[in-house]
C-alpha cells in the first residue's frame, strides 16, 4: 500500500484504477482516459495532485539561498504572488528536479516540487542551507487540485464566488490567497486553469463542490497525455541528474545575468554552451499507424549517431502518435524510429503540439 492523498476514498468512490506514482496511490483514469483527455480540451477537468509537496522557504537569507540553488533567478519576482519556472542543478548541471517558485512576501517563498523527488529534494536544500539563516518547510498539510480547461475559470468561481474578481485578476503565473485557498494561474496541460493549495482537512469539500459545479475528475493517464501534447517535460523521462537544462528544451529557465551570479551549476553550464550542446530535445510526429514510446531508438539518414525517445503516446486530440526525443544536435527533418525492429518514418518538430485545443506543431530548428 503506497501514500494516499486526503482524495483517496474519493477515487475509490468514482472508480478509479488507481496505480503507484512515485510510491502514491493515484487515480490514472475513472474509466476512460481518452474521454478524460477531451474533457480538459473541450471543457474542464480537476486532477487531484496532492502527491506534489509544497515547500515553504522563509528568512533573511531565503532570497541569497534561492539565487544560487536555482537556475532561474527569483530576483525577476519583483511583486507577491508572481512565479517562475526553474530547474534545481547538480554541480555537473544535471537536474535534480524541476519546480515553480512562488514569491509570497518579503524574504518568503513558496515552492513546489515533484513527489517522486521530493525527499531528495529536501536533503539537497537541507544541506544547501547550512550555515545560512533559513527555515525550510515541508507542508505536508496542504493539498493540490489542478483544475484546467477551457471553462475551468468560471467554474472555479462559481465554487469560489468570494474570489471571482480575484483570479480574473490574476495573469498566467500569478498567485494569490483567498482565505485559506492558494489560487495560482498555472498548469501542466496547455490549457487555460488554476492549481488551488487548500489545506489538507478543507480539500475534500471543495473536490466535491467543483464535481458538482460540472468540473470532471481526470487522472494522472490524461495529465500524461495532455502535458506531452503541450510539450512539457516529465521529470525523470525527458530530463534527470544526468541531463542539462540545455539538452532538454530548458534553456529559457536559466537566467545567465547578471553573470555574477553564480548558482550551482553554472560553471558547467556555460562549459557545455561554449563546447556546443551534444543533444537537443525535439518533437516527433508519426502520421502512420502505430504508437511512439519512450526509448525506443532514433536514427537520421542526413547525420551520423542515434538518439531516444523520452516520452511517447497516441495523441488524442491531433489522432495520431507523438514523442519527445533526445537526439543529436545536427538531427533535423525527418528520422526513422525503430519500433519492435522496424523502421517507422517520422518528423521532427519543436516539442510542442498543441496549444489550447489547437495544433501548433512547427518543423523542427
Known amino acids: 500500500m503506497g501514500l494516499r492523498t486526503p482524495l483517496h476514498h474519493r477515487h475509490l468512490a468514482l472508480g478509479a484504477k488507481l496505480v503507484d506514482f512515485g510510491g502514491w496511490d493515484m487515480p490514472l483514469h475513472y474509466g476512460s482516459q481518452i474521454d478524460e483527455h477531451h474533457r480538459v480540451r473541450r471543457h474542464a477537468g480537476v486532477f487531484d495532485v496532492s502527491h506534489m509537496r509544497v515547500v515553504d522557504v522563509a528568512g533573511p537569507d531565503a532570497r541569497d539561498f534561492l539565487r544560487r540553488l536555482l537556475a532561474n533567478d527569483v530576483d525577476r519576482l519583483k511583486t507577491p504572488g508572481k512565479a517562475l519556472y526553474s530547474v534545481m542543478l547538480n554541480p555537473a548541471g544535471g537536474v535534480i528536479d524541476d519546480l515553480i517558485v512562488y514569491l509570497l512576501g518579503d524574504s518568503r517563498y513558496r515552492l513546489v516540487v515533484n513527489c517522486g523527488t521530493a525527499d531528495k529534494d529536501l536533503a539537497w536544500m537541507a544541506a544547501e542551507a547550512r550555515g545560512l539563516a533559513v527555515d525550510i518547510r515541508s507542508r505536508a498539510d496542504l493539498a493540490i487540485l489542478a483544475v484546467q480547461g477551457p471553462e475551468a475559470i468560471p467554474l472555479v468561481e462559481a465554487v469560489l464566488p468570494g474570489a471571482a474578481a480575484l483570479i480574473d485578476g490574476l495573469k498566467p503565473f500569478c498567485a494569490a490567497s483567498a482565505g485559506d485557498v492558494f489560487i495560482a494561474r498555472t498548469g501542466y496541460t496547455g490549457e487555460d486553469g488554476v492549481e488551488l493549495i487548500v489545506p489538507g482537512a478543507a480539500v475534500v469539500s471543495l473536490w466535491d463542490a467543483l464535481l458538482d459545479a460540472g468540473v470532471s475528475p481526470v487522472g494522472l493517464g490524461a495529465r500524461d497525455t495532455l502535458r506531452l501534447e503541450a510539450g512539457m517535460n516529465l521529470y525523470g523521462n525527458d530530463m534527470d541528474e544526468n541531463t542539462s537544462p540545455l539538452e532538454a528544451n530548458l534553456g529559457w529557465t536559466i537566467a545567465w545575468e547578471p553573470a555574477e551570479r553564480a548558482f ?81 518514418p517520422v518528423t521532427l518538430v519543436k516539442p510542442c503540439f498543441v496549444r489550447r485545443g489547437q495544433a501548433v506543431v512547427q518543423p523542427a530548428d
Open 264 to 344: 550551482i551549476g553554472r560553471e558547467a553550464l556555460e562549459a557545455q554552451r561554449a563546447a556546443g550542446v551534444p543533444h537537443k530535445l525535439v518533437g516527433l510526429v508519426m502520421s502512420g499507424r502505430g504508437v511512439l514510446r519512450a526509448h525506443q531508438a532514433v536514427t537520421c539518414e542526413s547525420a551520423p549517431g542515434s538518439g531516444e525517445i523520452t516520452s511517447g503516446t497516441f495523441s488524442p486530440t491531433l489522432g495520431h502518435a507523438i514523442a519527445l526525443a533526445r537526439v543529436p544536435a545536427a538531427f533535423s527533418g525527418t528520422a526513422l524510429v525503430d519500433i519492435r525492429g522496424k523502421a517507422a
